[in-house]
């Protein structure tokens, strides 16, 4: 005879984490022999997670991410030392940037119609939003396509001996010619730019792009040509707008490979 | 050639906090904190507390970003849990919903939500969806959730409280939850 389920009352207390006393035993005896208990609890918990969201946003001081990073300092690990993680979880970015994106579409597109109907207004910006996003599909699908492929590599660009302060990574795939491009620099001189370039095995370097100095939450997407191999990358100063080759400072460098 | 913005995956910058990078930590810090600080305070009532709490997550994040599993879910999903759990702890003066959820493996479940919550624009607005389902609860269910979620109080502990007898507590956990399910 088949054990019946848990009983749904406790499952929603198990999952908020108030079951107590036998009942919370004998819950736990039957998810150990119940898959489809277990992933009913699953789905419980991520709608429990979110009542977190209830709750109004706040910001903590400044001080307070002052302190955490002094304290992450403090504790520093060198990139140099830790880049095989790093692979691996690049085989994580595409498929969860594929995801995401999806997501994000289906709730904007959610939030969108119930929006519209409550709110004419609200409902418009959404609309635009969705726009926006749609626009920048070919760009995502790129950065999805580069972080995904298994051939594709990461190189760290480090800040050069008297030059400011700054670190970038670049994801490159040499057969697809495209690259993702994230980092932080000081903040560039007036009338100048930042300039990525690939510079090839022979040949001159190549221009990837402009670059702002903090491209840490907005990564930067570059469309080469397919099949050129990076022997590095480099930031140079370039005035404003960039120039054809480099002509300025190298401010960050990275070795491929 | 040409080049677009767009936002760095979380999975991308956990990567680089896995290979040691400060400022992918900042980043996810300035992504993530205004939301979880939000629930801390909603939980301790305490900015010092709060933000201490808040300190040891990301202490967490920068220590095992590897215990992490983006297969498992999202990134905010998962920091909302520990955070949750660590400021109920702190709350109660207990350590045991950290080992909970850390350590219980088989149960933890997924990290994951039904919704987007990494983008934030998204996120914003379901937390207002969200808001306004509690708002809508009968005040007994979203007093009795309430109890649960922001004080960690077990169902015992809210029948005490709340004089309702053991059964119509659950029984109203059971009807404020399916009522977000449809909602939400």
Known sequence: ?257 | MTATTQPVPDSALIGRVMAGDESALATLYDRYSTMLFGMLMRILNDRGAAEEVLQDLFMQLWRNAGQFDAGRGSLPAWLMVIGRNRAISRLRGRRDREVLEEEEGDFAGTFASPQNIEDEAARAQLAHRVAAALSKLPAEQRQALELAYFEGMTQSEIAGKTGAPLGTVKTRVRAAMQSLRQIL
């Open chain 1, 1 to 257: 005879m088949t054990e019946p389920h848990a009983n749904p009352e406790d499952l929603d207390l198990y999952a908020l984490g108030a079951l107590d006393g036998e009942e919370k035993q004998t819950f736990e005896a039957h998810l150990r022999s119940c898959p489809a208990c277990r992933r009913e609890l699953a789905a419980a918990r991520e709608r429990t997670t979110l009542l977190g969201l209830a709750a109004p946003a706040a910001a903590p001081r400044p001080q307070a991410k002052a302190a955490l990073m002094d304290k992450v300092r403090a504790e520093h690990r060198s990139p140099a030392t830790q880049m095989a993680p790093l692979k691996a979880a690049k085989k994580r970015w595409g498929l969860r940037f594929s995801l995401g994106f999806g997501l994000a579409t289906a709730v904007l597109a959610f939030a969108t119609f119930e929006l519209a109907k409550q709110d004419l207004d609200r409902g418009r910006q959404l609309k635009k939003m969705q726009a926006q996003l749609s626009q920048d599909t070919t760009a995502m699908q790129a950065m999805g396509q580069v972080t995904a492929a298994p051939d594709s590599a990461m190189v760290t660009l480090l800040q050069q001996p008297g030059g400011p302060p700054g670190q970038a990574h670049v994801m490159y795939n040499a057969r697809m010619g495209m690259g993702v491009y994230s980092g932080q620099l000081a903040p560039v001189p007036a009338g100048k730019s930042y300039q990525l370039w690939l510079v090839p095995a022979s040949g001159n370097p190549i221009s990837a792009g402009l670059v702002e100095a903090n491209q840490q939450n907005g990564a930067m997407v570059m469309h080469l040509t397919p099949g050129l191999v990076a022997k590095a990358f480099a930031v140079t100063i370039e005035p404003q707008g960039g120039a054809p080759q480099p002509t300025g400072p190298k401010v960050l460098v990275g070795v491929a490979g």
